[in-house]
């Protein structure tokens, strides 16, 4: 479950490795402040996900990928859009994004953060981060339409 947290902010699976053994070092680093309520996974998943934003924010420094993305836009409707295809293929999809899309998508449509709170987290605007979802959305749409098709064709063929 964790692997597959780091996995939908990762660009390689090496990378995801080391969200998640950096997750780990912060969760037994941590531990003594952890209150026994009985929701260990969700703490754990918590510092997971705080760990792959850190590890996002930092290469996006590095890398300055988000630069040139302020641009304000609306959300257009909710993921819904994507509730018949089939998971394994969604989430193939997911991890072809662009960077910022993907991360943006992923925290907003799966983590369920609001846009605010992903601004904050990536030090981005509102703007950048509806956009990007849009974009995100746009991008697997098109890809789910794409598979459907040929799916459709293939279907149509095999009769």
């Known amino acids: 479950m964790m692997k597959g947290i780091c ?5 390689s ?8 053994q950096e997750s ?11 209150k026994d309520n009985g929701k260990l996974g969700a703490w754990i998943r918590t510092i997971t996900v705080n760990t792959a934003i850190e590890f996002y924010r930092k290469r996006s420094i590095q890398t300055k990928h988000l630069n ?3 641009l ?8 819904e859009l994507f509730a018949t295809i089939d998971l ?15 991360v943006v998508f992923n925290l907003y449509a799966i983590e369920g953060f609001t846009h605010k709170e992903i601004g904050q987290q990536l030090g981005i605007s509102i703007g950048t981060s509806k956009s ?28």
Request: glycine letters at 2%; aromatic letters at 8%.
């Open 132 to 159: 990007q979802f849009s974009r995100a959305k746009k991008i697997l749409q098109k890809k789910v339409n794409e598979i459907y098709a040929v799916e459709h064709l293939n279907e149509r063929h095999a009769k």
């Open 24 to 34: 780990f070092i912060k969760v037994f680093k941590h531990l003594k402040n952890y």
């Open 88 to 102: 394994e293929i969604l989430q193939q999809e997911i991890q072809k994004l662009p960077d910022g899309f993907r």
């Open 68 to 70: 040139d993305l302020a």
């Open 13 to 20: 699976e090496i990378e995801a490795d080391d969200i998640l």
């Open 72 to 79: 304000e836009a609306e959300t257009h409707g909710s993921v």
């Open 7 to 11: 996995m939908r902010y990762a660009n």
